[in-house]
DNA sequence: TAATTGAGGACTATTCTAGTCCTATTTAAT
DNA sequence: ATTAAATAGGACTAGAATAGTCCTCAATTA
C-alpha cells in the first residue's frame, strides 16, 4: 500500500496543532493530552523532529518544543525523513550495496526519476499547506511521464 | 522510508524481463532461473500479478505467462497495486473508519492531494518508461503546492 | 494417461513497528 | 541548595506485517 508509518501520521498531528501558535512552547504532556497520543509515543516522536531539526527543545522546568521554522518552510518531505529516513522507493535507491540482481537492475536509474518525482512532490507541500482549508482544485494532472520523452 | 516490499521490486524486475519480448509466453520456472529469484516466491508474485490483470496464464504443459497489453499500457501504480493493495500513504486515505483523531483531522482533505499527487505520478510511469535507456532530464520541478494556491 | 504447468491457500519464520519504560541531564522556582 | 519539571537517550517487549515455502488441486498437452 505504499503506507507511512503510523509515527509519521501521529507527527503530522503533532506537528499542525504545534503550527496553528507557531512560537508557542508546548510540553510533551500537553500534545499528548490534545493529541489523544499516549505520551511516551509522543515523546518518542518529538525526539526525532528534533534530531532532525524540524523542532527544537529547551529543557527544564517550563521547557518544551517550539517549531524550528516557519510552517510555510518545513516540508512535509522534511517530516516524513525525520520519522522513517530517506525517502526512496527502493533500498536500491538508497545503497546499492548487496544488490545481486545483476540482470534486471538497469531499471535502477528510472526507479531513482519516479523517487526523485515524488520526493519533489512531498518537498513542495509544507505544514502550512496542510493546515490551510482544502481546496479542491479543479483538475489536476501531472504527467511524469514526460520526463522521458 | 516509504518504501515499496521487497516482492514489488521483484515484480518490476519480472515483468522488465517479460516486457523485452512482450508476446513470448514465460514458465514460472524460466522466470527464476533468469531472474535468480526462488521459484516459490515468484510463483507467489505472478498469481497477483494475474490477479491483478496485469499477466495472463496458462495452464497445463507449454503455459506459462504473458503481458496482459502492451508495456506502453503497463503502469508502475498497476504493478504496485497488484502488490501491495491500493496506493495511499495514510490509512485513513482508503477507510475513515476507526479513526478517532478528532481534533486534527481535518488533514486528511490534504493529504489525499498529496496521495493523488503521488498517485498520477505513478501512474504515469510505464514499464515501456522501465525498461528504456535512462534519460536525465535537464530541471524537473513539479510544485504540489500549486494545488493550494 | 502421464507429465507439465498454474491456482489457491495454509503455514512458518523473520523482520519491522509501535509502544513502553528506565536512567541521566538540564533548568526553573523556592 | 534543593526539589520539581522537563527533555535526552537508549533498551526492551509485544504484536503485526512481510517474505518465503510448501502442499494439494485443476487444466492442458503429448
Redesign the interface.
Known sequence: ????S?LT?YA??IL??MAREKAQVRAAMEIST???IALPTVSKILKLLVNADVLISTRGAKGGYVLARMPEEIS?AAV?SAL?????????S?SHQGC????????L???S??N???H???E???LA?????????EE?????????R
Chains 1, 2 share one sequence.
Open positions: 500500500m505504499l503506507r507511512l503510523k501520521d503530522t498531528v499542525s496543532f490534545v493529541t489523544g512535509v516524513i522513517e529516513g530517506p525517502i526512496a522507493l527502493t533500498e536500491c538508497i545481486e540482481q545483476a540482470s534486471g537492475c538497469d531499471i536509474g528510472n526507479w526519476l519516479i526523485q518525482t515524488i519533489n512532490a512531498l513542495s507541500v509544507t499547506d496542510l493546515i490551510r482549508p482544502v481546496v479542491v482544485p489536476v494532472l501531472i504527467p511524469v511521464s514526460s520526463l522521458y
